[in-house]
């Protein structure tokens, strides 16, 4: 068994799962270089009908993995749009702002599903962490 230590106490157990995702090199950096930071832009939009009459409540598409989903209480949270950003935002672990290029920009969350929907304003934007990797 292999034992985990905590502020808590220890732990013996048969099999650790490391649940860090981005933050794995911190952890194990034998990891360093392979498994990197990723900073999405995200925004919330008030509540409105449904988009699709399909009932379809999400959707995907354009470069940086950029999505959107309707939220049972009718908001709508778009994020995505990384390569809008010179390096992708690759390697940026800081999740406490925005950049405000991509967030201004024509193609960035604010516009993304405006194309297409009559959307209600934006209630929130916040930033949000994802892994991009080497490893296959």
């Known amino acids: 068994p292999l034992t985990v230590v905590t502020s808590e106490g220890r732990l ?14 911190r952890l194990l950096p034998e990891f360093e270089g392979q498994i990197v930071p990723a900073r999405n832009h995200l925004v919330c939009y008030q509540p409105l009908h449904s988009l699709c009459r399909d009932g379809r409540r999400a959707g995907f598409g354009g470069l940086g993995n ?11 949270v778009c994020g995505g749009f990384r390569h809008l950003a010179s390096g992708g935002e690759v ?4 999740d406490s702002q925005l950049s405000q290029h991509i967030m201004e920009s024509d193609d960035g969350p604010r516009h993304f599903l405006e194309q297409n929907f009559e ?3 934006v209630e ?13």
């Open 12 to 25: 013996e157990a048969d099999h650790v799962v490391y649940a860090t995702n981005a933050w794995t090199p």
């Open 66 to 76: 950029n999505y959107w989903v309707q939220r049972p209480d009718g908001r709508v």
């Open 91 to 94: 390697g940026i672990d800081d």
């Open 119 to 121: 959307l209600e304003p």
């Open 124 to 136: 929130g934007a916040w930033p949000g962490i994802e892994v991009s990797t080497t490893l296959d």
